[in-house]
Structure formats: structure tokens, C-alpha cells
């Protein structure tokens, strides 16, 4: 069910988003500085790509440095990818089939507004990021 779920996404929502977050991230490697958020970027638009079967933790790891990341990344990128999912779920709502991803897509929005801190795990293993 995760495949063919994802399959559906990849065409009606997630291909659009992962080329929204694929850009962010590209300008943000031309800004030298903001090399971070680049690389954070291209691991959400990764995971947007085939995002059924997987889920987002918080690291452990992830200090005062992320906190900081994050909000400098809601002012200059989040909140426009953040409108990007909501206009994105509207129409997957409209449609009965579509509604699963609707509401994967509104899932996304936390982590399109903090990534950093963030680690993508299995849903087989959502505790992976925690050494167990």
C-alpha cells in the first residue's frame, strides 16, 4: 500500500515540492554561508519525493546551533514552503483518493518550517535515531 501511495504522490504533489525544496537548496549553496540549510533542503525534498513509509524524529544530537538554523530558515524559506504544502493539500482534500496525501501533505508542514534537528527514519524503525 506504501508504494502504490507514494506513486500517487510523486505525481499529484510530490515531485513539485521536492523541485520547490531542490531549488531552496541550490540558492542556498550559492550563498556560501547558508551551505547547512542546503543540505537540509535536499533531505526533505528527498524525503517529500516518497514520503509513505517514512517519518521525521528529532535528533538527539541537535543543540542551540539548530534552534538558531531554524529560525533563520522559517524567515528566509520555511514559511514559503510551508504555503507551498497548504496550497498543495487543498486539492489533493477536494478528491477522495486524494485525501491520505492532503493529509500527509499538512504533515510536512513542521518540517518544512524546522529542519534542522531533524533526522528522517523508517517507519519500520522510528527510533533509529536514538541508537536503538
Do not use: E
Not at 521536492?18 to 550563498?31: D, I, S, T
Not at 556560501?32 to 519525493?49: K, M
Not at 534552534?67 to 489533493?92: D, F, K, Q
Amino acid at each position: 500500500m506504501k508504494t502504490l501511495l507514494n506513486l500517487i504522490w510523486l505525481v499529484f504533489a510530490g515531485f513539485w515540492l521536492a523541485v520547490g525544496y531542490a531549488l531552496a537548496g541550490l540558492l542556498c549553496f550559492v550563498l556560501i554561508v547558508t551551505i547547512p540549510f542546503g543540505i537540509a533542503s535536499f533531505r526533505i525534498a528527498a524525503y517529500v519525493l516518497w514520503p509513505f513509509g517514512r517519518t521525521v524524529v528529532d535528533r538527539p544530537t541537535a543543540g542551540a546551533l539548530s534552534t538558531i538554523g531554524n529560525i533563520i530558515w522559517v524567515v528566509v524559506a520555511g514559511i514559503w514552503l510551508a504555503i507551498g504544502h497548504v496550497v498543495t493539500a487543498i486539492p489533493l482534500f477536494v478528491s477522495i483518493i486524494g485525501i491520505p496525501m492532503g493529509i500527509a501533505n499538512i504533515k510536512l508542514i513542521p518540517v518544512s518550517l524546522l529542519p534542522l534537528g531533524k533526522q528522517i527514519v523508517s517507519t519500520d524503525r522510528p527510533f533509529a535515531g536514538y541508537g536503538r
